[in-house]
């Protein structure tokens, strides 16, 4: 089969395009012909060896994979040949925690293409255990780019940040994979959206995913904004997939005994509290926030069914312009974001 896999941790110049022996299903796993494979922001740190630099090499990345089952192992019975199927974007390594229901608070949990390889290649050898029948209807591409945001959206903006009808929610990076997704899961729960962004396009996408008011960061006091849409008082729930630089002013937009879900670090990985007399003082909280379940990821994907979820799709990319893919993404040049099609010409 083709490829794009990594033999060594580094630059996007690690990525190579070509043939690789096809895997055959083991007992219990399933075959998969990759119709499409989204690429995320946390290939680019599996990459780099910015994760783990003891994956044995040769490595395949990629957590989202939508496709065809195409061959079952032995003893598989929750699906069949010819099923169109999504691969779960995260499941534990070890079969010995496949058992949790929470499944992302497993040790073994990572997002798939960590610990196995995941679908940068036209097939895919996947646990029976973790694929999912595909109901939605969207396009293979469409689709791709949407399961690992949305099961993170989920966790952090419903069972993390509480939220619900009413609420007003400050999402940062509303035009990024997982900011966009975070917009469309907190309108879908009845909240009021402001976001931040950095281009006039990029507010265009966060206002098409739902966002009520939006803050261009570059030219704005993102704490004032914030303050003079939702009041005095402050935001009641602060979704952040930035990290680092946004920790203070995410925390300052927070009314007394708000709540602020982190889940990134594109903005660094050290972050300061400027103050703690008013954290304390006024008991807000901070969440980090893992992925999610496979029951989240059910929750989200029949909000797609229902049309209150839509893809955030920047550009479909073949394959073997995955070092495409990853330079954009060290850019900043994707507004929502990519899917890689492993069989395009």
Known sequence: MQASAISAFGDIDVLTFGEIPTPSPRAGYVLVKVEAVGANYYDTLVRSGAVSRLLPLPHILGSDI??????????????????????????????????????????????????????????????????????????????????????????????????????????????????????????????SVITTVSTDKKATLARAMGADEVVHYQRSDVIDAVRGWSGPDGIDVVIDPVGGTTLAASLECLKPRGTLVNFGLSGGVAATIPHLYPFFRHERRIFGSWMGSMTELKFGLELVKQGKIRPALHKTLPLREAREAHRMMSRAEVVGKLALLPWAA
């Open 66 to 191: 939508v496709g065809q089952i195409v061959k079952l192992g032995d003893g598989v019975s929750s699906v069949s040949l010819g099923d169109r199927v999504i691969v779960a974007p995260g499941f534990p390594s070890d079969p010995a925690e496949w058992a949790l229901t929470a499944e992302n608070e497993a040790p073994s949990y990572f997002p798939t293409g960590t610990h196995g390889w995941g679908g940068y290649a036209q097939f895919m050898e996947a646990p029976a255990r973790w694929v999912i029948k595909d109901e939605t209807g969207l396009a293979a591409e469409e689709l791709a780019v949407i399961p690992l945001v949305l099961v993170t959206a989920v966790h952090a903006v419903k069972t993390l940040g509480g939220v619900g009808l009413g609420n007003r929610v400050l999402v940062q990076a509303g035009a990024s994979g997982s900011g966009s997704m975070a917009i469309q899961v907190a309108k879908a729960l009845g909240a």
